[in-house]
């Protein structure tokens, strides 16, 4: 067994403890009525992971509707906890255990069932054998699907969904390249979950921002989010901020991020280089982040491989332009090239560097299309995102 598969097992053990410690505390947290409005969600994991934060604000946007929720977890981790605030959750280890849990819901009258990512399509044969209606969200590109071994899982998607919403046309596309698709594919992209509660103009975020992370003041920030690996284009972010010579640009990281990578840079650059840089790790502060996302001048999507992320859509709510690799996914429906911000050749750091050093520069064109991207992002409304979903059972119902 190697070092990173002994790692995961202690962390897996470790998060399993955590998880019986508080077991009685969900139990207790949980508010139950006699509401008729309930549903099941399963998560494929229980990490910090886009997925499973989009969940979360799922399940929140639920409690809110007064929903009874259930959520089903595979794994353990620190979304149990924060999912339990509004949900009752419960972990299963195994097929035999899933069926078992949800034959139980089905006799307390639960009916339908949100599937996050293709990783869930090996339970959606379980759901249907059930009665259940499924609504599937697939977030993943075949290229994802492919190292993972999801092919199997997502054909059991397709076939056993009542319908699969996409974030967008492109990972639509994407998916029926690989996978014949019997189920109603939906397209519609996950809405903006940093509500405009914190909203605070650019100039007072920067204060605060260049206070809290001792950044020079007039710097001009650009931000990057997201967990610091390979398919996040970490190392091309790196390869940025080394490549900057422009000393009054400061570059921050939110999000956590592989040492390994980091390590390797800062042998490839010299070790001043990374002054202007700034990690501040993975951020749950609502508030915090909103300002973060507001004192950025331009949001840096260096991502080898996203479908279409959330990130995205919290920088055009801050009206902050977003520069992004062509052919990396369907942000593209978004970004549009000299209109919301800059696409770039893939992986081209040159480039990118260039269209950042281009906006950092002009004031005037960074507002400009900072304004086009904040017209686009009222249509992506949070609230409406989930009645959509909702509205998906609504339409499995009529189906019989």
Same mark, same amino acid.
């Given at each position: 067994m190697n070092m990173l598969k002994i790692k995961k097992n202690i962390a897996r053990i470790l998060n399993k403890k955590l998880y019986f410690k508080y077991k009685d505390t969900i139990r207790k947290k @949980? #508010?139950? %009525? /006699?509401? &008729? *409005?309930k549903i099941i969600l399963i998560s494929h994991e229980s990490s910090d992971s886009g997925a499973v934060i989009l969940l979360l604000e799922i399940i929140k946007e639920l409690y809110m509707k007064k929903y009874n929720v259930k959520v089903l977890s595979r794994d353990y981790g620190p979304f149990i906890e924060k999912a339990s605030e509004f949900a009752f959750v419960e972990v299963f280890a195994n097929k035999r255990r899933f069926e078992k849990i949800i034959k139980k819901a089905y006799k307390c009258n639960y009916r339908n069932v949100l599937c996050n990512t293709t990783v869930n399509g090996d339970l959606t044969p379980i759901l249907k054998k059930n009665s259940f209606n499924i609504v599937s969200l697939v977030h993943e590109l075949p290229? @994802? =699907?492919k190292k993972l071994g999801l092919e199997k899982n997502a054909s059991l998607l397709a076939e056993h969904s009542d319908f699969v919403i996409f974030p967008s046309k492109y990972v639509m596309n994407n998916f029926l390249s690989i996978c014949s698709i #019997? &189920? *109603?594919c939906l397209i519609k992209p996950q809405g903006v979950n940093l509500t405009d509660k914190f909203t605070i103009n650019r100039n007072e975020a920067k204060e605060k921002i260049y206070q809290f992370y001792s950044i020079p003041k007039s710097s001009k920030i650009v931000l990057g989010v997201g967990v %610091?690996? #390979?398919r996040k284009g970490y190392d091309l972010f790196l390869d940025i901020v080394g490549n900057c010579t422009n000393? *009054? $640009? *400061?570059f $921050?990281?939110? %999000? /956590?991020y592989r040492k390994e990578i980091y390590e390797k840079k800062l042998r490839d650059y010299c070790v001043s280089k990374f002054d202007n840089l700034h990690q501040v790790g993975f951020i749950s502060d609502v508030e915090l982040l909103s300002i973060i996302y507001a004192a950025a001048d331009v949001f840096a999507l260096t991502s080898r491989e996203d479908p279409f992320p959330s990130v995205v859509l919290q920088a055009f709510n801050a009206k902050t332009p977003v520069v992004g690799f062509k052919d990396a996914g369907g942000f593209e429906? =978004? $970004?549009k090239d000299e209109h919301t911000g800059f696409l770039v050749d893939y992986e081209s750091s040159d480039e990118m560097l260039r269209a950042i050093t281009l906006l950092v520069n002009e004031k005037s064109k960074r507002e400009e299309m900072g304004n086009k991207a904040k017209e686009i992002i009222n249509n992506y409304g949070f609230r409406e995102y989930v009645d959509y979903l909702?509205?998906?059972f609504q339409k499995c119902d009529e189906r019989g």
């Amino acid at each position: 067994m190697n070092m990173l598969k002994i790692k995961k097992n202690i962390a897996r053990i470790l998060n399993k403890k955590l998880y019986f410690k508080y077991k009685d505390t969900i139990r207790k947290k @949980t #508010k139950y %009525g /006699n509401n &008729s *409005k309930k549903i099941i969600l399963i998560s494929h994991e229980s990490s910090d992971s886009g997925a499973v934060i989009l969940l979360l604000e799922i399940i929140k946007e639920l409690y809110m509707k007064k929903y009874n929720v259930k959520v089903l977890s595979r794994d353990y981790g620190p979304f149990i906890e924060k999912a339990s605030e509004f949900a009752f959750v419960e972990v299963f280890a195994n097929k035999r255990r899933f069926e078992k849990i949800i034959k139980k819901a089905y006799k307390c009258n639960y009916r339908n069932v949100l599937c996050n990512t293709t990783v869930n399509g090996d339970l959606t044969p379980i759901l249907k054998k059930n009665s259940f209606n499924i609504v599937s969200l697939v977030h993943e590109l075949p290229a @994802t =699907i492919k190292k993972l071994g999801l092919e199997k899982n997502a054909s059991l998607l397709a076939e056993h969904s009542d319908f699969v919403i996409f974030p967008s046309k492109y990972v639509m596309n994407n998916f029926l390249s690989i996978c014949s698709i #019997k &189920s *109603k594919c939906l397209i519609k992209p996950q809405g903006v979950n940093l509500t405009d509660k914190f909203t605070i103009n650019r100039n007072e975020a920067k204060e605060k921002i260049y206070q809290f992370y001792s950044i020079p003041k007039s710097s001009k920030i650009v931000l990057g989010v997201g967990v %610091g690996d #390979k398919r996040k284009g970490y190392d091309l972010f790196l390869d940025i901020v080394g490549n900057c010579t422009n000393e *009054k $640009v *400061k570059f $921050v990281w939110v %999000g /956590n991020y592989r040492k390994e990578i980091y390590e390797k840079k800062l042998r490839d650059y010299c070790v001043s280089k990374f002054d202007n840089l700034h990690q501040v790790g993975f951020i749950s502060d609502v508030e915090l982040l909103s300002i973060i996302y507001a004192a950025a001048d331009v949001f840096a999507l260096t991502s080898r491989e996203d479908p279409f992320p959330s990130v995205v859509l919290q920088a055009f709510n801050a009206k902050t332009p977003v520069v992004g690799f062509k052919d990396a996914g369907g942000f593209e429906d =978004i $970004v549009k090239d000299e209109h919301t911000g800059f696409l770039v050749d893939y992986e081209s750091s040159d480039e990118m560097l260039r269209a950042i050093t281009l906006l950092v520069n002009e004031k005037s064109k960074r507002e400009e299309m900072g304004n086009k991207a904040k017209e686009i992002i009222n249509n992506y409304g949070f609230r409406e995102y989930v009645d959509y979903l909702l509205a998906a059972f609504q339409k499995c119902d009529e189906r019989g």
